[in-house]
């Protein structure tokens, strides 16, 4: 039988003896605990009175609390916030203030607000005053009716109005806010900038009072003496007087109105840029330049447009549009000559001899000039030798300017009576002569010149003379195997209403002229001689007339064997026929 074993419980003395230990244990952790200190964060300090001249106390109905009435020299603080008044309505309880009459809120060095009534609560550390307020920080005043005052954050708030007076600027609007720690303002509604140089208004704008800088995010005009803006977004240097602007943004220096997706103008230097949808407007000769680059001076006035450069020269109802790789424009002075003449006498320029050896016959033609008659009051007599003229040219300050434009590179040129093509041009406003250089080309109607340069003579924004100046070279379009062709030295070809109606080939003439019978081709005409007259009737060779020698030959049309003088070339295919064909290059 297996054995079996007893286990004797201890003894009870024990037992109690280790309960007891262990309660004690336990109770010297907890007392010990409790004797550790718990960190608080320190409790908020309330507003405290530091001087009244009379102080009474009196009990709220409501709460029982004690209210203090004070008055005379009134001074509290509440953490760095400094106040001050001629009388006030303390409540402790409540850490709440009402002062009146000359209310003072001091808030470190530079911030300084006054009223003429102030409710401070210092639990929520905000403040409200009204009635004349004044708010100083540093240089900047903003005046108003009323402010709520953010005292921990140094945030000011006023919506019936404020003024705000900062270095030349003067600001006003209906709302604003003003963060004092980053000196920013924030304008809305009827926002107005007045400078002695300017006006701005706005919607919507930020102001920072350090920098001067404003900034808009609205509608935004500035207008002053020298400048005129306009956008919805954008800012502008009071100071430097130097501004960023985009979105419907527009610039008028009062010599060009400049419109463009972004632009940047600095009224001090006059420089400006702009960048994509470029548009500068000259009002004064109203003409537009585009593209999608430009920068622009205002003194002396002159600018530069790239990227789909595009000059337009409104006129009636027809409209020149010349597109080149880069257009630039400077506004030059103009030099005035005076001539002071020692005699009366005036020169004679002899009638022309008449035209001779014609293949018809011409009516002379006699241009006598006469003498210009100079006014009384404009003669001036110098003693000299007879019979002679002496001429003083003196250069005097310009009373005006003109423009001198120039365009370079694939310069393409189209408007409804005249189209041209060549790779650089310059235009000159004082004599409004368009001149082309390097492989020129012009068409009018059913003609197309060339020659090695050309100069286009206008008046009142039309044609009036063209010359052409060496290899001189006309053709006619007649039908899809013939051209007239008209080859000299030099050209000079004259306009009516914007045609060709005239044209003089002066030295080494060549001619191929196929003579119709109503439509039909009846003849071909192939000549030389010295000089040749042309005459046009809508853009159609009419007349021909050859001087000095000329000998050629008449023969029927042969279309197996159109004649086609040295330097033919027709070039129909690279003429712009529409606005949008100038953006098209050709070699």
């Not at 622009?296 to 597109?323: C, M, N, W």
């Not at 030099?490 to 003439?509: A, M, P, Q, V």
């Not at 023969?555 to 086609?564: E, F, S």
């Amino acid at each position: 039988m297996a054995e079996i074993k007893t286990l004797k419980c201890p003894d009870s003395h024990v037992l109690s003896r280790f309960i007891l230990y262990f309660l004690i244990f336990l109770l010297s952790g907890q007392v010990l605990s409790a004797q550790q200190p718990k960190t608080h964060q320190p409790a908020r300090k309330k507003i405290v009175l530091q001087n009244a001249d009379s102080v009474i106390i009196v009990k709220d109905p409501l709460t029982g609390k004690d209210i203090q009435h004070l008055k005379g020299n009134v001074r509290l603080i509440d953490n760095e916030t400094k106040m001050s008044s001629d009388s006030a309505l303390f409540y402790p309880d409540r850490d709440q203030v009402d002062a009146f009459s000359k209310v003072h809120i001091e808030q470190g060095d530079t911030l300084n607000l006054s009223g003429d009534h102030l409710f401070y609560d210092g639990k929520l550390a905000t403040a409200f005053v009204k009635g004349n307020v004044e708010l100083i920080d540093k240089e900047t005043h903003l005046y108003t009716d009323s402010i709520h005052y953010d005292v921990k954050n140094k945030i000011a708030k006023y919506t019936e109005r404020g003024r705000i007076k900062n270095a030349d600027n003067t600001l006003t609007s209906i709302i604003g806010v003003y963060y004092a720690s980053e000196k920013l303002f924030h304008f809305k509604d009827s926002v107005k900038i007045v400078n002695p140089k300017y006006v701005m208004t706005a919607d919507t704008m930020d102001y920072n009072s350090l920098s001067e800088i404003a900034y808009f995010t609205g509608p935004t005009e500035l207008t002053g003496d020298s400048i005129y803006l306009y956008c919805e977004k954008g800012w502008y240097d009071t100071k430097k007087e130097i501004t960023s602007v985009w979105q419907n943004a527009m610039i008028d220096n009062r010599h060009q109105i400049i419109h463009g997706d972004s632009l940047y103008f600095n009224n001090n230097t006059g420089f400006g840029e702009s960048f994509r949808n470029v548009i500068i407007q000259d009002t004064v000769n109203d003409l537009a330049i585009e593209g999608n680059y430009a920068w622009i001076y205002k003194e002396p006035e002159r600018f530069l447009v790239t990227d789909k450069a595009v000059f337009i020269q409104i006129s009636g109802q027809d409209s020149l549009f010349l597109h080149a790789d880069t257009i630039n424009s400077v506004s030059k002075p103009i030099k005035v000559e005076k001539k002071i003449p020692e005699t009366n006498k005036a020169a004679v320029i002899l009638p022309v001899t008449n035209k001779t050896d014609s293949i018809k016959t011409v009516t002379s033609k006699v241009d006598a000039i006469k003498p210009p008659i100079p006014k009384p009051d404009t003669i001036k007599t110098v003693t000299s030798k007879v019979d002679t003229v002496k001429t003083v040219t003196a250069i005097v300050k310009p009373a005006t300017s003109y423009r001198l434009m120039k365009a370079f590179h694939h310069v393409r040129i189209f408007s409804k009576d005249l189209q041209a093509k060549c790779d650089s041009m310059s235009y000159s406003f004082q004599d409004s002569v368009i001149r082309l250089y390097h492989k020129p080309v012009i068409w009018s109607a059913d003609n197309q010149l060339t020659s090695d340069s050309m100069a286009l003579f206008t008046k009142n924004r039309q044609s009036d003379r063209l010359e052409l100046y060496n290899n001189a070279f006309i053709v006619g379009f007649v039908d899809t195997i013939r051209y007239n062709q008209i080859k000299g030295r030099s050209l000079t070809g004259y306009f009516k209403n914007n045609e060709l109606f005239k044209i003089d080939i002066k030295g080494n003439g060549e001619s191929v002229y196929y003579m119709l019978d109503g439509e039909a081709v009846a003849g071909r005409n192939q000549s030389k001689c010295a000089n040749i007259e042309i005459l046009l009737d809508k853009g159609k060779i009419s007349e021909i007339y050859e001087y000095e020698n000329p000998e050629g030959t008449i023969d029927p049309p042969l279309p197996a064997n159109p004649v086609k003088l040295e330097g033919f070339k027709w070039l129909d295919n690279i003429r712009p026929k529409k606005r949008e064909d100038i953006f098209i290059k050709t070699k």
